[in-house]
């Protein structure tokens, strides 16, 4: 299962790093290129999320029908198939009916977004792979202990880099321009304030709690307005 999903990080990290990449180059912030590429993401699927909802609505609307049909022929199923065929033809559920095929196929895509956003190194500032291990490496030498495979290796190197920007330098791992850059965008790494190259922690209540808040209320605003 690993391999698989290693293997889709593979194909969106080009595209979704060059659109990160474009986005950050127009907007100068990554969270603004974030909620860009989120709309592009958005506008692709959009035709199909469309058609899955109104087939969603066919489909209740048809078992709305086929309870009143059972309900009026309860003594004679002949009746009732034929009806309930009769239903299912005019409605024509089979047409543009994309089942979970577009569930399946945006998930396969988000996993591809997810990681792309993680390797903001990677796809916006075009760190190679030799350097972030070698930054990895020096981290560990000096008490940082992260995994190079870790989904969130690029976002710890962002967060902890002040502690070792004096020993990337001294290491010749990172030119001083090279670093200033890093920094920078990190200090860009930010929304309405909260750096989000931390997570919120359970014994701390702070900004950070205001994103997953959010993301709370919206999710619950969007059940109920769609129920």
Known sequence: MSVVIEF?????AVPFGFLLSTFYNMTGNYIWAIVLLTVVFKLCFLPGSIIQHKNALKLKRFNLKVGRIKELYADDENKIKRATEKIR???NLKKGNMGCLSFIVQLVVLIGLFNAINTPLTNVLHVDSDTIHEMVTVMAENGEAI??????????ILKEIDNYKDTFVENNTLSEDALNEIIYFRNKFKFLGINLAY???????NGLWAIPVMVLVVGIGSSLYTF
């Open 89 to 91: 033809a005019k409605a």
């Open 147 to 156: 995994e190079e495979d870790n989904n969130k290796t690029e976002i710890i």
């Open 199 to 205: 997570s919120p922690e359970i014994k701390t209540f």
């Open 8 to 12: 889709i990080k593979q194909i969106f």
